[in-house]
T-cell receptor, first 116, second 112 residues
Framework: DTGVSQDPRHKITKRGQNVTFRCDPI?????LYWYRQTLGQGPEFLTYFQNEAQLEKSRLLSDRFSAERPKGSFSTLEIQRTEQGDSAMYLC??????????????FGSGTQLSVL | KQEVTQIPAALSVPEGENLVLNCSFT??????LQWFRQDPGKGLTSLLL?????REQTSGRLNASLDKSSGRSTLYIAASQPGDSATYLCAVSDSGTYKYIFGTGTRLKVLA
């Protein structure tokens, strides 16, 4: 069990560029979440996968954001045409598929995005 | 719409003190509540999970209670240590959705 891994740890990009982040969950975890966190705030839900199926997506998420989880393993989050307001820490979390309500969330260390 | 509030926003205490962090939520229809710890620039670590049918959970010096009907949870830290300095966040699993809703956290500093 190596924990949830996120890559890269830091990303600096210019406004208008596309960026992609990767998350490798704990191997036996079926549930995968993406959250976004800005300074002084709690994490804000972006999207949820159960295996390869994207079951929920925040209404706050614009069409510039897309996430995938092919084969129910790693996941990618892509942001197209980045804006300065996208600057934040992007966190990935996973949990096992058990009785709903009884699974702890395991977070990665996050990807810090800075849009110049 | 579920909203989670944490009070106080920041807290500074001398080493050895017992302390209580508060979390309140507006909709009592939750599956569970989790308390997390976050160190600066890092991800979150789950400390305690309380299912909706439970009243409290304990782990070492930490004790979390849940009063679902009043929409409140407390995290009690006994005999605080400088290593406890971090931001503590609570999150509720929103009934009917898959998301967890987080509070803004309490920033704790324990002085040696």
């Amino acid at each position: 069990d190596t924990g949830v891994s996120q890559d890269p740890r830091h990303k600096i990009t210019k406004r208008g560029q596309n960026v992609t982040f990767r998350c490798d969950p704990i191997s036996e975890h079926n549930r995968l979440y993406w959250y976004r966190q800005t300074l002084g705030q709690g994490p804000e839900f972006l999207t949820y996968f159960q295996n390869e199926a994207q079951l929920e997506k925040s209404r706050l998420l614009s069409d510039r954001f897309s996430a995938e989880r092919p084969k129910g393993s790693f996941s990618t989050l892509e942001i197209q045409r980045t804006e300065q307001g996208d600057s934040a820490m992007y966190l990935c979390a996973s949990s096992p598929l058990g009785q709903w309500g009884n699974e702890k969330l395991f977070f990665g260390s996050g990807t810090q995005l800075s849009v110049l | 719409k579920q909203e989670v509030t944490q009070i106080p926003a920041a807290l500074s205490v001398p080493e050895g003190e017992n302390l209580v962090l508060n979390c309140s939520f507006t909709d009592s229809a939750i599956y569970n509540l989790q308390w997390f710890r976050q160190d600066p620039g890092k991800g979150l670590t789950s400390l305690l999970l309380i299912q909706s049918s439970q009243r409290e959970q304990t782990s070492g010096r930490l004790n979390a209670s849940l009063d679902k009907s009043s929409g409140r949870s407390t995290l009690y830290i006994a005999a605080s240590q400088p290593g406890d300095s971090a931001t503590y966040l609570c999150a509720v699993s929103d009934s009917g959705t898959y998301k967890y809703i987080f509070g803004t956290g309490t920033r704790l500093k324990v002085l040696a």
